[in-house]
Protein backbone atom coordinates (compact mmCIF):
# COMPACT_ATOMS: atom_id res chain seq x y z
CA UNK A 1 0.00 0.00 0.00
CA UNK A 2 1.25 3.51 -0.99
CA UNK A 3 2.30 5.28 1.62
CA UNK A 4 0.39 8.68 2.10
CA UNK A 5 2.47 11.90 2.78
CA UNK A 6 -0.33 13.92 4.01
CA UNK A 7 0.40 15.20 7.57
CA UNK A 8 -2.59 17.39 9.27
CA UNK A 9 -2.42 19.07 12.37
CA UNK A 10 -4.63 20.73 14.98
CA UNK A 11 -3.14 23.42 17.12
CA UNK A 12 -4.73 24.37 20.47
CA UNK A 13 -3.38 27.16 22.74
CA UNK A 14 -3.93 26.52 26.27
CA UNK A 15 -6.16 29.30 27.31
CA UNK A 16 -9.21 27.03 28.63
CA UNK A 17 -11.50 24.49 27.31
CA UNK A 18 -12.18 23.20 24.12
CA UNK A 19 -15.44 24.77 22.85
CA UNK A 20 -18.01 23.48 20.24
CA UNK A 21 -15.93 26.42 18.04
CA UNK A 22 -12.23 24.40 18.25
CA UNK A 23 -13.90 21.52 18.17
CA UNK A 24 -15.31 22.22 14.36
CA UNK A 25 -11.58 22.96 13.55
CA UNK A 26 -10.44 19.85 15.09
CA UNK A 27 -12.84 18.13 13.47
CA UNK A 28 -12.13 19.34 9.95
CA UNK A 29 -8.44 18.69 10.42
CA UNK A 30 -8.93 15.13 11.65
CA UNK A 31 -11.12 14.37 8.72
CA UNK A 32 -9.16 15.57 6.66
CA UNK A 33 -6.31 13.77 7.50
CA UNK A 34 -7.56 10.37 7.77
CA UNK A 35 -9.86 10.78 4.87
CA UNK A 36 -6.04 10.92 3.15
CA UNK A 37 -4.99 8.17 4.47
CA UNK A 38 -2.54 11.04 6.43
CA UNK A 39 -1.04 11.39 9.85
CA UNK A 40 -2.67 14.12 11.99
CA UNK A 41 -0.78 15.70 14.81
CA UNK A 42 -1.20 17.73 18.18
CA UNK A 43 0.94 20.53 19.05
CA UNK A 44 -0.15 22.61 22.05
CA UNK A 45 0.70 26.73 21.44
CA UNK A 46 1.88 27.02 25.14
CA UNK A 47 3.81 30.03 24.63
CA UNK A 48 1.90 32.94 26.15
CA UNK A 49 1.89 32.11 29.79
CA UNK A 50 -0.31 35.27 31.41
CA UNK A 51 -2.99 33.83 28.98
CA UNK A 52 -2.77 30.39 30.02
CA UNK A 53 -5.13 28.10 32.79
CA UNK A 54 -3.77 25.65 34.15
CA UNK A 55 -4.57 22.11 33.69
CA UNK A 56 -6.28 23.58 30.31
CA UNK A 57 -3.83 21.19 28.05
CA UNK A 58 -4.09 18.40 29.81
CA UNK A 59 -7.88 19.13 29.84
CA UNK A 60 -7.68 19.79 25.67
CA UNK A 61 -6.05 16.16 25.54
CA UNK A 62 -8.90 14.63 27.42
CA UNK A 63 -11.56 16.56 25.47
CA UNK A 64 -10.28 15.21 22.26
CA UNK A 65 -9.88 11.47 23.44
CA UNK A 66 -13.64 11.76 24.74
CA UNK A 67 -14.48 12.85 21.05
CA UNK A 68 -12.83 9.88 19.49
CA UNK A 69 -10.07 12.30 17.75
CA UNK A 70 -6.56 10.37 18.47
CA UNK A 71 -3.30 12.02 16.93
CA UNK A 72 -0.60 10.45 15.88
CA UNK A 73 2.49 9.99 18.05
CA UNK A 74 3.66 12.33 20.52
CA UNK A 75 2.30 15.84 21.73
CA UNK A 76 4.53 18.73 20.73
CA UNK A 77 4.90 21.43 22.98
CA UNK A 78 5.99 24.79 21.97
CA UNK A 79 7.87 26.13 24.65
CA UNK A 80 10.15 23.06 24.15
CA UNK A 81 10.65 24.90 21.01
CA UNK A 82 12.47 28.37 22.18
CA UNK A 83 16.15 27.08 20.58
CA UNK A 84 14.40 26.69 17.33
CA UNK A 85 12.86 30.30 17.35
CA UNK A 86 15.87 31.96 17.99
CA UNK A 87 17.59 30.32 15.32
CA UNK A 88 14.92 31.34 12.60
CA UNK A 89 15.26 34.93 14.05
CA UNK A 90 19.02 34.70 14.04
CA UNK A 91 18.92 33.34 10.33
CA UNK A 92 16.62 36.20 9.32
CA UNK A 93 18.64 39.14 11.32
CA UNK A 94 21.78 37.98 9.53
CA UNK A 95 19.78 38.44 6.27
CA UNK A 96 19.01 42.15 7.62
CA UNK A 97 15.37 41.63 7.61
CA UNK A 98 14.96 42.61 10.77
CA UNK A 99 14.48 45.25 13.06
CA UNK A 100 14.03 46.45 16.92
CA UNK A 101 10.69 48.53 17.16
CA UNK A 102 9.86 50.79 20.56
CA UNK A 103 7.05 51.88 19.70
CA UNK A 104 4.57 52.37 22.66
CA UNK A 105 1.12 51.10 22.59
CA UNK A 106 -0.45 54.32 22.25
CA UNK A 107 1.20 54.99 19.61
CA UNK A 108 0.40 51.75 17.83
CA UNK A 109 -3.07 52.52 18.77
CA UNK A 110 -2.91 55.58 16.28
CA UNK A 111 -1.77 53.85 13.85
CA UNK A 112 -4.69 52.07 13.62
CA UNK A 113 -3.74 48.97 12.57
CA UNK A 114 -1.02 49.83 9.83
CA UNK A 115 2.35 50.04 11.25
CA UNK A 116 4.95 52.80 9.26
CA UNK A 117 7.94 51.51 9.99
CA UNK A 118 9.12 54.48 11.34
CA UNK A 119 11.88 52.22 13.44
CA UNK A 120 13.15 50.36 10.17
CA UNK A 121 16.80 52.45 11.48
CA UNK A 122 17.01 50.33 14.59
CA UNK A 123 18.18 47.18 12.22
CA UNK A 124 18.85 44.31 14.68
CA UNK A 125 22.63 42.38 12.85
CA UNK A 126 23.46 40.11 15.70
CA UNK A 127 21.64 37.46 17.85
CA UNK A 128 17.98 39.07 17.88
CA UNK A 129 16.05 38.24 21.04
CA UNK A 130 18.36 39.85 23.84
CA UNK A 131 15.92 39.27 27.06
CA UNK A 132 17.83 42.43 28.53
CA UNK A 133 15.78 44.50 25.72
CA UNK A 134 12.54 45.50 25.92
CA UNK A 135 11.56 46.40 22.18
CA UNK A 136 10.01 44.09 19.95
CA UNK A 137 11.62 42.26 17.19
CA UNK A 138 9.42 43.29 13.04
CA UNK A 139 10.54 41.81 9.81
CA UNK A 140 10.93 44.52 6.90
CA UNK A 141 8.60 43.28 4.32
CA UNK A 142 9.77 44.13 0.71
CA UNK A 143 7.42 46.56 -1.58
CA UNK A 144 5.55 45.36 -3.33
CA UNK A 145 4.95 42.31 -0.85
CA UNK A 146 1.59 40.60 -2.51
CA UNK A 147 0.86 37.27 -1.79
CA UNK A 148 -1.63 34.81 -3.08
CA UNK A 149 -2.94 31.92 -1.36
CA UNK A 150 -5.06 28.99 -3.62
CA UNK A 151 -7.50 27.87 0.00
CA UNK A 152 -8.75 24.40 -0.40
CA UNK A 153 -12.21 25.76 0.39
CA UNK A 154 -12.17 29.59 0.08
CA UNK A 155 -10.67 29.82 -3.20
CA UNK A 156 -7.86 32.15 -4.72
CA UNK A 157 -7.09 34.62 -2.66
CA UNK A 158 -4.76 37.52 -2.96
CA UNK A 159 -3.28 39.31 0.03
CA UNK A 160 -1.22 43.27 -0.10
CA UNK A 161 0.96 42.74 3.42
CA UNK A 162 2.02 46.28 3.02
CA UNK A 163 -1.31 47.07 3.94
CA UNK A 164 -0.85 46.22 7.83
CA UNK A 165 3.19 46.46 7.16
CA UNK A 166 5.75 44.94 9.28
CA UNK A 167 4.62 42.12 11.80
CA UNK A 168 6.33 41.67 14.62
CA UNK A 169 8.10 38.10 15.33
CA UNK A 170 9.57 38.49 18.91
CA UNK A 171 7.21 40.33 21.56
CA UNK A 172 8.39 42.83 23.41
CA UNK A 173 7.64 40.71 26.42
CA UNK A 174 10.11 38.37 25.52
CA UNK A 175 8.52 35.75 23.68
CA UNK A 176 7.89 34.77 20.06
CA UNK A 177 5.04 35.86 18.25
CA UNK A 178 2.40 33.43 16.98
CA UNK A 179 3.53 33.94 13.19
CA UNK A 180 6.87 33.15 13.52
CA UNK A 181 6.49 29.79 16.09
CA UNK A 182 3.38 28.52 14.25
CA UNK A 183 4.73 28.45 10.63
CA UNK A 184 8.11 27.43 12.12
CA UNK A 185 6.57 24.44 13.75
CA UNK A 186 4.35 23.43 10.77
CA UNK A 187 7.64 23.08 9.06
CA UNK A 188 9.42 21.47 11.44
CA UNK A 189 6.50 18.87 12.03
CA UNK A 190 6.59 18.45 8.34
CA UNK A 191 2.92 19.40 8.26
CA UNK A 192 1.25 19.31 4.33
CA UNK A 193 -1.89 20.67 4.80
CA UNK A 194 -3.49 23.14 7.18
CA UNK A 195 -7.16 22.88 8.54
CA UNK A 196 -8.02 25.80 10.11
CA UNK A 197 -10.71 28.55 11.03
CA UNK A 198 -10.95 31.73 8.84
CA UNK A 199 -9.95 33.70 11.66
CA UNK A 200 -6.78 32.76 10.83
CA UNK A 201 -6.84 34.01 7.22
CA UNK A 202 -4.94 37.27 8.12
CA UNK A 203 -2.37 35.73 9.49
CA UNK A 204 -1.97 32.96 6.76
CA UNK A 205 0.16 35.53 4.13
CA UNK A 206 2.56 36.42 6.75
CA UNK A 207 3.53 32.68 7.57
CA UNK A 208 3.67 31.82 3.52
CA UNK A 209 6.00 34.74 3.42
CA UNK A 210 8.18 34.06 6.12
CA UNK A 211 8.35 30.53 5.19
CA UNK A 212 9.61 31.73 1.93
CA UNK A 213 12.28 34.00 3.35
CA UNK A 214 13.34 30.93 5.03
CA UNK A 215 13.30 29.10 2.08
CA UNK A 216 10.92 26.56 3.41
CA UNK A 217 8.28 25.12 1.39
CA UNK A 218 4.99 26.43 2.36
CA UNK A 219 2.21 23.75 3.28
CA UNK A 220 -1.26 24.09 1.62
CA UNK A 221 -4.17 25.94 3.36
CA UNK A 222 -7.73 25.66 3.72
CA UNK A 223 -9.88 27.86 5.94
CA UNK A 224 -13.33 26.90 7.40
CA UNK A 225 -16.03 28.96 8.34
CA UNK A 226 -15.70 29.78 12.21
CA UNK A 227 -18.27 28.37 14.57
CA UNK A 228 -20.35 32.17 15.40
CA UNK A 229 -22.65 32.91 18.54
CA UNK A 230 -26.09 34.72 17.16
CA UNK A 231 -24.76 37.84 17.28
CA UNK A 232 -22.17 37.15 14.65
CA UNK A 233 -18.97 37.19 17.00
CA UNK A 234 -16.82 34.02 16.89
CA UNK A 235 -17.39 31.48 19.78
CA UNK A 236 -14.25 32.15 22.20
CA UNK A 237 -13.48 31.84 25.86
CA UNK A 238 -13.50 36.14 25.72
CA UNK A 239 -17.61 35.59 25.00
CA UNK A 240 -17.87 32.59 27.46
CA UNK A 241 -18.28 29.83 25.03
CA UNK A 242 -19.18 26.89 27.37
CA UNK A 243 -16.80 23.99 27.26
CA UNK A 244 -17.56 20.90 25.55
CA UNK A 245 -20.05 19.03 27.51
CA UNK A 246 -18.14 15.51 27.35
CA UNK A 247 -21.71 13.73 28.36
CA UNK A 248 -22.58 14.93 24.90
CA UNK A 249 -19.40 14.28 22.66
CA UNK A 250 -21.17 12.15 19.95
CA UNK A 251 -24.15 14.88 19.46
CA UNK A 252 -21.47 17.36 19.71
CA UNK A 253 -19.47 15.34 16.58
CA UNK A 254 -22.66 15.15 14.77
CA UNK A 255 -23.38 18.73 15.56
CA UNK A 256 -20.03 19.92 14.36
CA UNK A 257 -20.69 17.78 11.20
CA UNK A 258 -24.08 19.52 10.33
CA UNK A 259 -21.96 22.89 10.33
CA UNK A 260 -19.35 21.47 8.20
CA UNK A 261 -22.20 20.72 5.31
CA UNK A 262 -22.46 17.18 6.24
CA UNK A 263 -25.97 15.17 7.60
CA UNK A 264 -25.63 11.47 7.35
CA UNK A 265 -28.64 9.29 7.75
CA UNK A 266 -31.06 9.40 10.30
CA UNK A 267 -29.50 5.88 12.04
CA UNK A 268 -26.25 7.77 12.27
CA UNK A 269 -27.94 9.48 15.61
CA UNK A 270 -27.84 6.39 17.30
CA UNK A 271 -24.29 5.47 16.22
CA UNK A 272 -21.27 5.00 18.08
CA UNK A 273 -18.18 8.07 18.58
CA UNK A 274 -16.29 5.42 16.33
CA UNK A 275 -18.88 4.94 13.65
CA UNK A 276 -19.75 8.36 13.25
CA UNK A 277 -16.14 8.89 12.47
CA UNK A 278 -16.01 6.33 10.13
CA UNK A 279 -19.00 7.41 8.34
CA UNK A 280 -17.16 11.01 8.15
CA UNK A 281 -14.21 9.79 6.98
CA UNK A 282 -15.91 8.00 4.18
CA UNK A 283 -18.07 10.69 3.28
CA UNK A 284 -15.52 13.62 3.81
CA UNK A 285 -14.82 16.13 0.78
CA UNK A 286 -13.51 19.54 1.13
CA UNK A 287 -15.11 21.18 -1.38
CA UNK A 288 -18.74 20.74 0.00
CA UNK A 289 -17.59 23.01 3.29
CA UNK A 290 -19.31 25.95 2.67
CA UNK A 291 -16.42 28.94 1.69
CA UNK A 292 -18.00 31.03 3.91
CA UNK A 293 -15.93 32.60 7.10
CA UNK A 294 -18.54 31.89 9.78
CA UNK A 295 -21.32 29.53 10.19
CA UNK A 296 -23.47 29.27 13.32
CA UNK A 297 -25.97 26.81 14.90
CA UNK A 298 -29.17 28.11 12.83
CA UNK A 299 -27.13 27.39 9.75
CA UNK A 300 -27.22 23.27 10.21
CA UNK A 301 -28.19 21.47 7.17
ZN1 LIG B 1 8.29 51.04 16.09
Known amino acids: MAVSSYIGRFAPSPTGPLHKGSLLAALASFLDARANDGQWLLRIEDLDPPREVPGAADR ?3 QL ?22 DALQQLSHRGLLYACDCNRTRLRTLGGCYDGSCRSNKINTAAANPSQSHAVRVQLPNPCS ?34 ACSLDDAYQGI ?16 MHLLQCLGIKIPQYAHIPVLSNAQGEKL ?10 LHKAQANLLDCLELLGFSGPPELSKASIPQVLTWA ?21
Request: hydrophobic share 35%; charged share 25%.
Open 60 to 62: ILR
Open 65 to 86: DQHGLHWDGPVLYQSSRLPAYQ
Open 147 to 180: ISLDDLIQGSLQFDLNKSGDFILWRRDQLPAYQL
Open 192 to 207: SHVIRGSDLLDSTPRQ
Open 236 to 245: SKQNHAPALN
Open 281 to 301: IEHWQLNKIPPRDRVTESDKA
